[in-house]
């Protein structure tokens, strides 16, 4: 079974369009992230969800817009693509730590590839 | 949040154990460390954590010396397949706050 499974895989649209790539986790945790991975490979976080709420939102355009219909779901909708909004997306999925010594370790999906042209 | 530093790259032959050595000079007291593994077209994968001395599991060992200013992966007897960028993170604890840094490129050649 896929812990954190995310679709589509790969992305391919115009400039100016809207799409949204979708995330499920099956682990029961309380919170979800979406990262974005440039072309540098640099991995940096833009939003997360803990039980449906938002509780990190860094600097990103509001043209992304994350929706999160229960625990198990986050998915992220961005408005009017433009092209340096190619990267990688990816979405992952935590349980908050049961206190000193345990982990508190994220569960990644495979990624979706975004190609802006 | 406590920042981390780490070599850009590294190379190393089959066989031969790797040692990535991470700074993060301003960890705080509830922090943990913790490293991840990224082969190219996937996700992060969670590989080791710990908070002080050496921890141990099946894929890798962790160092921590007393000051909990840096710390060392220890891949033992690489193979090609661990060719992946690895991730040094401080996690604060109960923490959900996963910040990455660029990362280790580690080549295995044969």
């Known amino acids: 079974d896929t812990a954190v499974s995310q679709t589509p895989k790969y992305l391919v649209t115009q400039m100016g369009n809207d799409k949204s790539i979708k995330c499920e986790q099956n682990?029961?945790?309380?919170?979800m992230y979406w990262y974005k991975q440039d072309s540098k490979k640099f991995l940096k976080i833009m939003f997360s969800?803990?039980?449906?709420?938002?509780?990190i939102n860094e600097t990103v355009p509001n043209r992304f817009s994350p929706k999160s219909p229960d625990k198990a779901h986050l998915n992220l909708h961005i408005n009017s693509l433009e092209l340096g909004d190619s990267a990688v997306y990816f979405c992952?999925?935590?349980?908050?730590?049961?206190?000193?010594?345990?982990?508190?370790?994220?569960?990644f999906g495979q990624g979706t590839r975004l190609t802006v042209v | 949040l406590a920042k981390t530093t780490q070599p850009i790259s590294m190379d190393s032959y089959e066989g031969q154990e790797v040692n990535i050595t991470c700074s993060h000079n301003?960890?705080?007291?509830?922090?943990?460390i913790t490293w991840y593994q990224q082969f190219p077209s996937q996700g992060p994968r969670f590989i080791i954590q710990?908070?002080?001395t050496k921890v141990t599991n099946e894929v890798a060992s962790l160092f921590i010396p007393a000051d909990r200013k840096s710390s060392t992966l220890s891949l033992p007897r690489v193979s090609l397949s661990d060719t992946a960028v690895y991730y040094c993170?401080?996690?604060?604890?109960?923490?959900?706050?996963?910040?990455f840094g660029p990362g280790t490129r580690l080549s295995v050649l044969p």
């Open positions: 992952a999925s935590s349980q908050e730590g049961a206190g000193p010594g345990k982990n508190t370790e994220a569960f």
């Open positions: 301003n960890i705080a007291t509830n922090d943990y």
């Open positions: 682990l029961g945790h309380d919170t």
């Open positions: 969800y803990n039980n449906k709420e938002l509780i």
């Open positions: 710990g908070y002080k």
């Open positions: 993170l401080v996690v604060e604890n109960y923490g959900q706050n996963f910040v």
